[in-house]
Nanobody
Framework: VQLQASGGGLAQPGGSLRLSCTASGFLLGDYGIGWFRQAPGKEREGVACISRSGLSTNYEDYAKGRFTISRDNANNAIYLQMNTLSPEDTAVYYC?????????????????????WGQGTQVTVSS
């Protein structure tokens, strides 16, 4: 089982990036998936998550209206579209697989509900 986050890079304030989470060894469509981030010197925090069905999503307050999580089961991928980026969004972004018992998007920012994490992708927002 492996997860891989990609798509990070350098963006200007107000710019956009789209992160991808891909998997091997399992189908992303069989699990709820979440995006988290960790800035230097800070704890890992939730960003957004999507239920196993893809019908429900959840966002932390700072991500609402700017970020969009989506599924692409045909390509076994989860995306995080990030718009209107600010320097405060600079962090390493990780995708994680929720334990099978957690099919819905509720409580999805509890790290203990995840069983696998991918290596992160660096997002830097700077002019």
């Amino acid at each position: 089982v492996q997860l891989q986050a990609s798509g990070g890079g350098l963006a200007q304030p107000g710019g956009s990036l789209r992160l991808s989470c891909t998997a091997s060894g399992f189908l992303l469509g069989d699990y709820g998936i979440g995006w988290f981030r960790q800035a230097p010197g800070k704890e890992r925090e939730g960003v957004a998550c999507i239920s196993r069905s893809g019908l429900s999503t959840n966002y932390e307050d700072y991500a609402k209206g700017r970020f969009t999580i989506s599924r692409d089961n045909a390509n076994n991928a989860i995306y995080l579209q990030m718009n209107t980026l600010s320097p405060e969004d600079t962090a390493v972004y990780y995708c994680g697989r929720r334990r099978q018992a957690y099919a819905l998007a509720s409580r999805c920012f509890s790290i203990s509900t995840y069983d696998y994490w991918g290596q992160g992708t660096q997002v830097t927002v700077s002019s």
